[in-house]
């Protein structure tokens, strides 16, 4: 059961990054609220080096996605894809997300198969990371934290995800929240 539950999880979370970039034009200029786009966080590598971020624009996509990767020079990045189409909270929430796949070596290691339990394990840490990250260095951080899972939840529920996928990243962000640890 507990498997099945993380590879739904994990199933979810890749479709709902698919979907949030690739969602259709037409549906997308017809309801698409435009936000202010926040700047990045401090973020470094497990090796200490600084952590690049560039701003990409999609006319298509509905809502804010990131990707944590190394540039074609080797260099860490984090591509922020449409950050104007979400709140400055999930924009935050994603950042440190993905900040936090270079701060464990995610990057750096092969990466496990789509959906597998290493690869949701790897999502679950990521959101546990950003949750601790925005709730010790960001003034009222469970408001912030409260704020992002809210507008997590609105863009997972626009690309159809399934009420238990949904419910379960939720969970995770939120036991993480009261975790006595810091990131």
Known sequence: MTRKFICLFLFGFEI?????????????????????????????????EIVRFENRSSQTAKSAAGMAKNDDNGQPVIYRFSYERSPAALQNFIDLHECAHHQTGDIDLPHPPRNSPAHMMNESIAD?????????????GASR????????????????????????????????????LSA
């Open 128 to 140: 546990c990371i950003a949750t601790l990250r925005i709730r010790d260095e960001t003034e009222d």
């Open 145 to 180: 934290i409260n704020d992002a899972a809210q507008a997590l939840t609105a863009a997972m529920e626009i690309v159809g995800f399934p009420k238990l996928t949904i419910d379960s990243r939720i969970s995770n962000i939120n036991n993480c929240r009261l975790k006595d």
């Open 16 to 48: 709902l990054i698919i979907m949030l970039v690739a969602v259709s034009t037409a549906r997308a200029q017809s309801s698409h609220q435009t936000f202010a786009v926040v700047a990045p966080p401090n973020c470094q590598n497990n090796d200490g």
